[in-house]
């Protein structure tokens, strides 16, 4: 049953982000972008990992993706644009190669390391959520704080630059 | 029991299919949303390796990861509309100014 629910979300994501490479209207790649996060989040709950699968819908669905379609659309982008870059071609043969050769080797591989403290039971027996509060609270406090100044910086950052900047006349009739 | 090197096999395709999406398109929104793409292929990565070595660190690096997406998302958006606004155009072979 597993197996026939990862085939289904690895497919799906898979064609997703194909399509959101493919397609030529800005606002159906970033629904098949939309479709890929969906179920994206859908291979987290099969690892176990409902947690991460909450903030990829409400942080990426929710939040990311809706910025990025208001972005789209303030801009009203012209349908007369060049979608592709003049040689893509040349790019796709060899990059379809890589990918056979990268699968080929990944298929193959060995996957072997250090075992950590935390096996399923454990998971499961208070829910992932309390496992990586626990973790997130005691061994991974300073990236917590860390990343609370990043976002700080990124929305200044952000509210700066799409500021409308100041026109020249009004700042000198001020002084 | 689903292997682990499906995951890694997953992962690998979306991440090849946002690098290809960076490289052949145009449309600077777009090259951003193929660089989701492949944070999500590496989210997908963490996730996986997380759950087969019994491990809450790849979760917690996947969490951070995408707080910084979220930041990228913002900055990067916030940079498409200042350009937009001179040039009007997303194109990125359009956007040379800084080039010598």
């Given at each position: 049953m597993v197996a026939v629910f990862f085939a289904y979300f690895a497919l799906v994501s898979i064609a997703a982000g194909v399509l959101t490479v493919s397609l030529k209207n800005p606002v159906h790649c970033g629904l098949a972008l939309l479709a890929l996060l969906m179920h994206v989040s859908?291979?987290?709950?099969?690892?176990?990992?409902?947690?991460?699968?909450?903030?990829?819908?409400?942080?990426?669905?929710?939040?990311?993706?809706?910025?990025?379609?208001?972005?789209?659309?303030?801009?009203?982008?012209?349908?007369?644009?060049?979608?592709?870059?003049?040689?893509?071609?040349?790019?796709?043969?060899?990059?379809?190669?890589?990918?056979?050769?990268?699968?080929?080797?990944?298929?193959?591989?060995?996957?072997?390391?250090?075992?950590?403290?935390?096996?399923?039971?454990?998971?499961?027996?208070?829910?992932?959520?309390?496992?990586?509060?626990?973790?997130?609270?005691?061994?991974?406090?300073?990236?917590?704080?860390?990343?609370?100044?990043?976002?700080?910086?990124?929305?200044?950052?952000a509210i700066v630059l799409a500021k409308t900047p100041k026109s020249i006349d009004s700042m000198n009739g001020k002084e | 029991m689903v292997p682990l090197s499906a995951y890694v096999a997953v992962s690998a395709v979306l991440f090849m299919t946002g690098l290809l999406g960076v490289l052949i398109r145009r449309n600077f929104i777009i090259v951003l949303m193929s660089v989701e793409i492949m944070m999500n292929a590496a989210n997908i990565n963490l996730v996986a390796f997380s759950h087969y070595l019994e491990s809450m660190a790849g979760q917690l690096t996947a969490l951070f990861f995408i707080a910084v997406a979220a930041g990228e998302a913002a900055v990067g958006l916030a940079i498409i509309i200042v350009v937009f606004r001179g040039k009007v155009s997303t194109n990125v072979d359009e956007m040379n100014v800084l080039k010598w």
């Open positions: 859908g291979l987290f709950v099969l690892l176990n990992a409902e947690f991460l699968w909450a903030v990829q819908v409400i942080v990426y669905a929710g939040a990311i993706l809706v910025l990025y379609l208001f972005v789209l659309m303030l801009l009203n982008l012209k349908a007369d644009e060049r979608y592709f870059h003049a040689s893509y071609p040349y790019f796709l043969g060899p990059a379809l190669l890589g990918a056979c050769y990268v699968i080929f080797l990944l298929i193959r591989s060995p996957y072997a390391g250090v075992k950590g403290d935390v096996p399923d039971a454990a998971v499961l027996e208070h829910g992932d959520t309390y496992a990586v509060g626990i973790k997130m609270f005691s061994d991974h406090l300073l990236q917590f704080e860390i990343i609370g100044v990043f976002l700080l910086g990124a929305i200044i950052g | -």
